[in-house]
């Protein structure tokens, strides 16, 4: 084969492969007059990433043996979010059992540290994250659970459970 039929096939190939990858970056240009909405982050993202995702991890699924789920856990879930609340306001101590695990352990309170409405929003994070789709906590019920129930030691689920099934 003659080198020029070559060359003429190589600088050939070259306009073909030059035409087509301009065609595909072509496509592949974002049109600057085009807005793309991003959604806003969840307002109690944020926080719970800093505080919560150490113990129960960012895709909430905790740790077997250390620290309980929070996917899946009938307390998270519940259409009344007190225990929730309460458990993030005066911490847990003592023997929780979720979706069969076992956990023995104490989550620390975070009333202290967190106003009404970053409560609210870190317990509405966990409530409608990861598939759940439980109902938005008010930063109202957060400020009258916490003056209701003033107290410096974490609950136990039994004194919880006894408190729920107490409630009008």
Same mark, same amino acid.
């Given at each position: 084969?003659?080198?020029?039929?070559?060359?003429?096939?190589?600088?050939?190939?070259?306009?073909?492969?030059?035409?087509?990858?301009?065609?595909?970056?072509?496509?592949?240009?974002?049109?600057?007059?085009?807005?793309?909405?991003?959604?806003?982050?969840?307002?109690?993202?944020?926080?719970?990433?800093?505080?919560?995702? *150490?113990?129960?991890?960012?895709? &909430?699924?905790? %740790?077997?043996?250390?620290?309980?789920?929070?996917?899946? @856990?009938?307390?998270? =879930?519940?259409?009344?979010?007190?225990?929730?609340?309460?458990?993030?306001?005066?911490?847990?101590?003592?023997?929780?059992?979720?979706?069969?695990?076992?956990?023995? *352990?104490?989550?620390?309170?975070? &009333?202290?540290? %967190?106003?009404?409405?970053?409560?609210?929003?870190?317990? @509405?994070?966990?409530? =409608?994250?990861?598939?759940?789709?439980?109902?938005?906590?008010?930063?109202?019920?957060?400020?009258?659970?916490?003056?209701?129930?003033?107290?410096?030691?974490?609950?136990?689920?039994?004194?919880?459970?006894?408190?729920?099934?107490?409630?009008?």
């Amino acid at each position: 084969m003659p080198i020029e039929l070559l060359a003429t096939r190589r600088r050939q190939r070259r306009t073909a492969v030059t035409a087509l990858l301009a065609l595909l970056l072509a496509g592949c240009r974002p049109d600057p007059a085009a807005k793309v909405a991003v959604p806003p982050p969840h307002p109690g993202k944020n926080a719970y990433i800093r505080i919560c995702a *150490g113990c129960h991890m960012v895709d &909430g699924r905790g %740790l077997p043996n250390l620290f309980p789920p929070l996917t899946d @856990s009938p307390t998270v =879930q519940a259409a009344d979010p007190t225990a929730l609340i309460l458990i993030a306001l005066h911490g847990l101590e003592g023997p929780v059992e979720v979706n069969g695990q076992f956990f023995d *352990g104490v989550m620390p309170a975070q &009333g202290n540290f %967190l106003s009404d409405r970053e409560l609210a929003a870190v317990v @509405s994070y966990i409530r =409608q994250e990861w598939g759940h789709g439980a109902d938005v906590v008010a930063p109202t019920q957060v400020q009258a659970l916490r003056a209701g129930h003033p107290r410096h030691d974490p609950w136990t689920m039994e004194e919880l459970s006894r408190l729920i099934s107490s409630a009008p």
